[in-house]
């Protein structure tokens, strides 16, 4: 079922042809072997490869394979859940890698339908070697290949926010989620290799065109017993863009580490 894909040429429906999709201006899109599709034109990328780099992809796959974050996916399931009308479609925005995708789309109905998006390819690559059920394409979250009123639900975990296409694909009154850090995410692991470690700021909850309706606060303290965990842990946050010789020194020491993590899923519906 492929029909909630749109042509990124000429915004056409995408037909399922079977190696490959297709519009009806004739456009085509072939599939990967593990599944997903491209969807990204040239004329959106800023980079060679845009997005996360294969290393940083790896090592988010790696960290999150070991479920240290499995209360977070938990809870984000049981929200979807609460939320989303049985049989629903879903839409996850910046699915990166899939780990929360797929088990989401797991705790479904088999009738609901699950797509996800990332603009790195090699993410795309690896969520749908891992997850036959839910639909992966490359592309941008700024310019989504989906028609518009599409989705029943569209999820967010760490990704970009871009408002104004989220309302597009949403349909009416349906629901976003949005998962971001709290204030103290990551605490310990900041103290461990920043001289001045600051907090993660928390901006307010409103959003123009959709109602906040809850937060839903998840928190636990996880224990890191090998230094290539942590490796993958800080490779995969936005402090391995922004880290010089000195911290990555002091990472590199690390053996083991007991560290707060701290999210926030936030519940909005989409205004009329």
Same mark, same amino acid.
């Given at each position: 079922m492929s029909e909630l894909w749109i042509c990124p040429v000429c915004g056409k429906t995408l037909a399922d042809s079977g190696k490959s999709l297709k519009c009806a201006k004739n456009h085509s899109f072939d599939k990967a072997r593990s599944g997903y599709v491209n969807l990204?034109? $040239?004329? &959106?990328?800023?980079?060679?490869?845009?997005?996360?780099?294969?290393?940083?992809?790896?090592?988010?796959?790696?960290?999150?394979?070991? +479920?240290?974050? &499995?209360?977070? &996916?938990?809870?984000?399931?049981?929200?979807?859940?609460?939320?989303?009308?049985?049989?629903?479609?879903?839409l996850d925005a910046g699915c990166g890698e899939g780990y #929360?995708?797929?088990?989401?789309?797991?705790?479904?109905?088999? @009738?609901?339908?699950?797509?996800?998006? +990332?603009?790195?390819? @090699?993410?795309? +690559?690896?969520?749908?070697?891992? +997850?036959?059920?839910?639909? #992966?394409?490359?592309?941008? $979250?700024?310019?989504?290949?989906?028609?518009?009123?599409?989705?029943?639900?569209?999820?967010?975990?760490?990704?970009? #926010?871009?408002?104004?296409?989220?309302?597009?694909?949403?349909?009416?009154?349906? #629901?976003?989620?949005?998962?971001?850090?709290?204030?103290?995410?990551?605490?310990e692991l900041k103290q461990a290799v920043y001289d001045k470690p600051y907090e993660n700021q928390v901006k307010d909850y409103h959003l123009e065109n959709f109602r906040f309706l809850e937060k839903i606060s998840c928190e636990r303290k996880i224990f890191i017993d090998n230094p290539q965990d942590i490796q993958n842990l800080f490779q995969m946050t936005p402090y391995a863009y922004r880290t010089g010789a000195q911290e990555r020194e002091r990472l590199q020491a690390l053996q083991t580490l007991e560290v707060q993590t701290a999210f926030e899923i936030l519940i909005y519906q989409k205004e009329a």
């Open positions: 990204l034109p $040239v004329k &959106q990328k800023h980079a060679r490869l845009p997005g996360d780099n294969p290393e940083m992809v790896r090592a988010r796959r790696d960290f999150l394979g070991k +479920d240290y974050y &499995q209360h977070l &996916q938990n809870a984000l399931c049981k929200a979807v859940g609460k939320y989303l009308i049985p049989g629903g479609s879903l #929360y995708t797929k088990k989401i789309c797991e705790s479904l109905p088999e @009738t609901s339908v699950c797509y996800g998006v +990332d603009i790195s390819k @090699t993410a795309a +690559d690896f969520a749908a070697r891992s +997850d036959k059920r839910t639909h #992966y394409a490359v592309g941008s $979250v700024f310019h989504l290949p989906v028609g518009e009123n599409s989705f029943d639900m569209l999820v967010s975990v760490f990704a970009p #926010y871009c408002g104004m296409e989220f309302f597009r694909v949403l349909k009416a009154d349906s #629901y976003f989620i949005m998962v971001i850090p709290s204030a103290l995410h990551l605490w």
